[in-house]
């Protein structure tokens, strides 16, 4: 199978505290009035240890970088500060690079807090720090409570443009606008990457943040909508940045599937369906009125989703496993399914970068440890350059290597690892532990290598 050689790969994990109840019998949005005594210490002590120690083992894996996103009163994301734990996720990595996905721009006084925060992580990440620009998910307004939605995209804009100003301007500068002012913007220190690291802006569809991104320079990041608008947004936004007189670079967009690989397409459903269908049932369901306020989407998309547009048309929960899978938002199967999906994903939408779920919000550690190290191993070597060296890491050295680099230049052993098992025969003793590979070597045909 002839696979594109230069994507780059990025993970997150949505690091969801799960006992809790269900949607339906909490009776209304679980992103912020599940009540708070449903928490338990020590379970969500676990939840942030093992959420953080996987960023670690994403960059021994040999992911290109790892993405923390953001969430606000509930149990959808137990570590609601992005920038705060990017600062961790740094402090266990050397050379991955980290983003964030938040901070949300709304909830700022000022974006001058934001700034310091950017630049900040970016020295202490010796420059392989990027942010996001997100809008915010109507829930998140009602959470933190001092946003008014009505202002939202309008408030959005004119923080950006103290950002930026404030990135690239020498200071002291006076900014004077309608929701922010300012006599002395005056950054200090500025970010290490000049002029400024790397954003990715999240769409769900809207030509407005399309545009936004297409017009800034920045990368989109596409969530959260059927395969047919997906599609169309992604032409959208290639002919947004070419009218903006810009070369395009497949970097620009970034995919965004839940991806889950086992030995097989069936143990693949067995372990991961259970955990689709909690994220679309549970996580993502909500009211429309919590999702979207008054006045947080424009009104062409407001108009778009009443007309049956957008992953808002129907509510989440009613998606079947079935569904997920046609999107093209979830990639469940054996490595070869998985790998096949993906090349068929990226090539359709133009995307030369992956940023996958590797723990479908709620799955436990051993899961999340297992998927993400069968795709690093089994998969990103096909999508990479002779050697399946990361981004950061394609210079020549001796000794260390990673696990998707091992899986790229490894080829076939010369030996088979075997056992013998009782009224089997000899088994491969990497597969044995799959029902339908768990057969003799030779009836698989599979024989040691001379």
């Keep these: 199978m002839s696979m ?14 799960p006992y809790i109840p269900r949607r339906d019998q909490l009776g209304k949005s679980i992103f912020i009035s599940t009540p708070n005594d449903h928490y338990d210490d020590v379970r969500g002590q676990r939840i942030i240890e ?29 570590a609601g500060q992005s920038i705060v734990m990017a600062a961790a996720a740094i402090s266990r990595t ?65 923080a950006h443009d103290f950002l930026k100003r404030a990135f690239t301007e020498d200071g002291p500068f006076k900014f004077d606008g309608k929701f922010f ?36 320079g920045y990368s989109y990041l596409a969530v959260l909508v059927p395969w047919p608008i997906l599609l169309k947004n992604c032409r959208t936004f290639r002919e947004q940045v070419e009218e903006a007189g810009q070369e395009w670079d497949p970097r620009r967009i970034v995919s965004t599937p839940h991806v889950y690989v086992a030995e097989t397409d069936r143990q693949a459903r067995k372990e991961a369906e259970a955990h689709v269908m909690s994220l679309l049932q549970n996580s993502l369901g909500s009211p ?11 009104e062409g998309s407001l108009r778009g989703m009443a007309a049956g547009g957008g992953y808002r048309s129907k509510d989440v929960s009613e998606t079947t496993y079935e569904d997920a ?29 992956v940023c996958i779920t590797g723990d479908t919000w709620t799955m436990p550690s051993w899961m999340t440890t297992k998927n993400m190290t069968l795709f690093a191993e089994e998969v990103m070597p096909r999508f990479r350059p ?34 013998i098992i009782e009224g089997v025969g000899a088994v491969d003793i990497r597969t044995a532990h799959v029902d339908e590979l768990r057969v003799p070597i030779e009836e698989a045909g599979r024989v040691e290598s001379s």
Excluded: C
């Excluded at 594109?4 to 505290?17: D, Q, T, V």
């Excluded at 392989?128 to 946003?147: E, K, Q, S, V, W």
């Excluded at 970010?191 to 990715?200: G, M, S």
């Design 4 to 17: 594109p050689n230069n994507l780059e790969f990025y993970i997150n994990f949505g690091g969801k505290f």
């Design 50 to 78: 093992d959420f953080l120690g996987n960023f670690a083992q994403a960059e021994k894996l040999g992911y290109d970088g790892a993405v923390i996103l953001e969430q606000h009163s509930g149990p959808n994301a137990i």
């Design 94 to 158: 050397t050379n991955m690079r980290i983003g964030t996905v938040g901070a949300i721009l709304n909830s700022y006084l000022t974006p001058m807090r934001y700034a310091e925060e950017i630049a900040t992580l970016d020295i202490l990440s010796n420059g392989r720090y990027f942010f996001g620009l997100p809008m915010g998910i109507g829930a998140n307004y009602h959470g933190l409570g001092m946003m008014n939605p009505t202002y939202a995209r309008e408030r959005f804009r004119e």
């Design 181 to 216: 002012n300012a006599e002395y913007v005056n950054l200090w220190p500025k970010p290490l990457q000049k002029p400024y690291p790397e954003a990715w802006v999240p769409a769900a569809g809207s030509k407005e943040s399309l545009a936004f991104a297409a017009q800034n």
């Design 288 to 298: 429309f009125h919590d999702s979207f306020p008054p006045g947080h989407v424009t």
């Design 325 to 353: 899978l046609e999107s093209g938002q979830f990639i469940v199967g054996s490595p070869d399914t998985v790998a096949e999906r993906l090349e068929e994903i990226t090539t359709e939408m133009d995307a030369g970068r």
């Design 386 to 419: 002779a050697g399946g060296r990361p981004i950061w890491d394609r210079t020549e050295r001796a000794g260390y290597r990673t696990v998707s680099e091992y899986g790229a230049i490894a080829g076939e052993p010369k030996f088979i690892p075997q056992s």
